[in-house]
């Protein structure tokens, strides 16, 4: 019990945010490694599940409930998806980085992303809970349906507000995570290579993984539900592409 | 391995308006002379903020927080009853309450995100640190508005169009809230050594949901027709452009702002 306040204080949001040099020490000491990583996934966890229940609010308490589920969910499952390629990559590149510390890397910078969401809940959630609630009437209605295209138009201002909260904190928390490159990568410009490799294989993963987790939001003419109905339908490029073709 | 610091830049990358801020802070930053009386402690707030930045991070850190936090009420309350004298009635008490709830509301739920942006400045505060420079940064927004009390109430009395009055309180709050901010950034620039630049960006969340707070707690200014609390939720940029829009000669100046 005695070492859980040095913990907390080695390993705790103020570390992570500022990046402690006490983080760095830990890279290579099996133990503390496995001690920043349980660290890190249990404050990625709150953090990221904070911000999903602010992010269904607007929708009910069910709603917030499954996006508090899948939000932290959707930050371990890009993880896990995108670990080995991005620790091949790595290798190829020149850097001989091992899965698990690549791993934890990209945790830390996730965790960067999730205390920032969840630092950030209180305020997205006051300005979610008075904004005009979704109409009860519009579950059901056709999307074209004047009640629903109210509620849409409330809907649509709250999902930029949340892309505005997320891209802040996702690019904060990437650039934590290429302060942490430069540190564990034999030269800068490596970093810098790994780093834009990783990015993209993670947003590809992660694009593609959020679509599969969607709704957080969750239209008003759909009842609050933990899975997109349509999921098994294609994914997330192919309906880029056809949004992209029926806009031409 | 490469052993640069992780850290954000120092303070060289500030300009020189900054640095001359942070020097007048720094020649001030020494332990308070005298006892935390609600006097003094008003007096410092205005002239020597720093000597209680080192009372909040060096000394005597609770009992400064407390008389901030009663000056800071008091204040607040009084320049809401200033701010309810232009409807009267109910609204002397309900205004000053909203007034008071409002601003402490915004504050706390400012707290977390201006911990975790501290700390990504590389700030070394804790938690409660940063909820005592926020309660100094409140108090002194409340004793500027108190300033600004005797000229909104002149104008109060002589004027129906609640969209002037609420372009008056707006313009007071936006001065008090940016004078108190801009202590707060140099506080914390200065305890730091470090840019802290993020806590601008965290300035401008502070200012979004005390605006939105204002919309949320309406009518503060007119009359409560429909009760001390509007039922109806909307944004503070449609509620500004409603009443601005609505804005009347002063005898059919209805609108609740």
Request: glycine share 8%; charged share 10%; proline share 7%.
């Amino acid at each position: 019990m005695s070492a859980s306040p040095s913990i907390w204080l080695r390993y705790g949001p103020a570390a992570i945010c500022r990046m402690d040099p006490a983080l760095m020490e830990a890279f290579g000491d099996r133990q503390r490694e496995s001690t920043l990583l349980v660290t890190t996934v249990l404050q990625t966890a709150v953090g990221a599940a904070a911000y999903g229940w602010v992010f269904g609010l607007w929708r009910g308490t069910e709603q917030a409930v499954y996006s508090a589920i899948k939000m932290p969910a959707l930050f371990f499952a890009v993880v896990v998806a995108s670990g080995i390629l991005n620790t091949m990559l790595a290798q190829v590149l020149g850097a001989p980085i091992p899965l698990r510390r690549v791993c934890l890397l990209i945790l830390l910078g996730m965790a960067t992303a999730a205390l920032i969401l969840g630092g950030l809940a209180p305020v997205v959630a006051f300005l979610a809970m008075q904004a005009p609630p979704p109409d009860p009437v519009a579950v059901g209605l056709p999307a074209a349906h004047p009640i629903v295209a109210r509620s849409m138009h409330v809907f649509r201002q709250l999902l930029i507000l949340h892309v505005a909260a997320i891209g802040f904190a996702g690019t904060v928390g990437n650039y934590r995570l290429l302060r942490l490159l430069r540190h564990v990568a034999p030269t800068r410009a490596l970093a810098t290579r790994i780093l834009l490799v990783w990015l993209a294989v993670t947003g590809f993963v992660g694009c593609e993984l959020s679509w599969l987790f969607s709704p957080f939001l969750c239209k008003p003419n759909f009842p609050p539900h933990i899975v997109a109905r349509t999921y098994h339908q294609g994914n997330f490029y192919e309906q880029v592409y056809h949004a992209v073709r029926d806009a031409l | 391995m490469n052993e640069s610091p992780l850290l954000p830049p120092n303070l060289p990358t500030t300009a020189p308006a900054t640095e001359s801020a942070i020097a007048r802070f720094a020649a001030d930053y020494r332990p308070m002379a005298g006892g935390v009386t609600p006097a003094w402690v008003t007096e410092l707030l205005l002239k020597q903020p720093a000597a209680l930045v080192h009372e909040i991070c060096e000394n005597r850190a609770w009992p400064v927080a407390l008389v901030l936090l009663g000056l800071g009420t008091v204040c607040l309350l009084a320049y809401g009853a200033v701010m309810g004298s232009f409807a009267g009635g109910h609204q002397y008490w309900a205004t000053s309450l909203k007034f008071l709830t409002g601003t402490f509301l915004t504050a706390l739920i400012c707290l977390p995100s201006l911990y975790i942006f501290t700390c990504l400045g590389g700030g070394r505060q804790s938690l409660p640190q940063v909820l005592h420079l926020l309660l100094l940064c409140t108090a002194l927004c409340g004793v500027l508005l108190l300033g600004f009390a005797p000229i909104v109430w002149v104008f109060s009395q002589s004027t129906n169009a609640v969209g002037f009055m609420g372009l008056l309180h707006l313009t007071a709050w936006i001065v008090a809230a940016g004078l108190s901010l801009r202590l707060m950034v140099t506080a914390m620039r200065f305890l730091n050594r470090r840019s802290m630049n993020i806590l601008v960006g965290w300035c401008f969340i502070f200012i979004v949901v005390s605006l939105q707070m204002s919309t949320c707690l309406r009518p503060l200014i007119g009359p409560p027709d429909r009760g001390l609390l509007e039922p109806e939720k909307k944004s503070f940029f449609k509620h500004w452009h409603d009443c601005l829009s609505d804005c009347h000669p002063p005898s059919t100046g209805t609108i609740a702002a």
